[in-house]
């Protein structure tokens, strides 16, 4: 069996989370953290990571999901807020949790497509996982 959660993430030096959420007129989902906070244990962030998740189920295939993160944040908005700096970087995070001996994502033409109308790079992490527990 295989689940995945599909986020578009915006990492940005120069903004903060309520100003890239003023901007895109959306709200950011959690995950998200500032500048200078020490997530996850580590040393400072030297950027702000604004999260916006996929509302599609985690059986959902993967058009899905980036359809999902599509129709409720268009790439045009996204463009016409001036997000598209040197400051700014966007990726389409792929996490896929899976509990065989191996696992195999696959990202249809489409899935590209919509990658590539925000510039942004898709980044897949693989968890190995036991479905009891990573609910």
Not at 83 to 106: E, G, R
Not at 107 to 134: N, Q
């Amino acid at each position: 069996m295989k689940e995945s959660e599909v986020t578009l993430g915006i990492e940005a030096t120069h903004l903060s989370l309520p100003e890239i959420s003023s901007l895109l007129g959306r709200q950011c989902s959690s995950g998200s953290y500032e500048k200078g906070s020490q997530h996850g244990g580590r040393e400072p962030s030297v950027s702000t990571v604004w999260r916006f998740d996929s509302h599609a189920g985690r059986t959902a295939s993967m058009v899905n999901h980036f359809r999902d993160i599509a129709s409720r944040l268009p790439a045009s908005l996204f463009h016409q807020q001036g997000l598209k700096s040197a400051d700014v970087k966007v990726c389409l995070n792929v996490a896929v949790y899976f509990d065989a001996a191996m696992c195999t994502v696959n990202l249809p033409p489409e899935c590209v497509d919509i990658a590539k109308s925000y510039g942004s790079a898709v980044e897949v992490t693989c968890y190995p996982s036991s479905f009891d527990c990573a609910k």
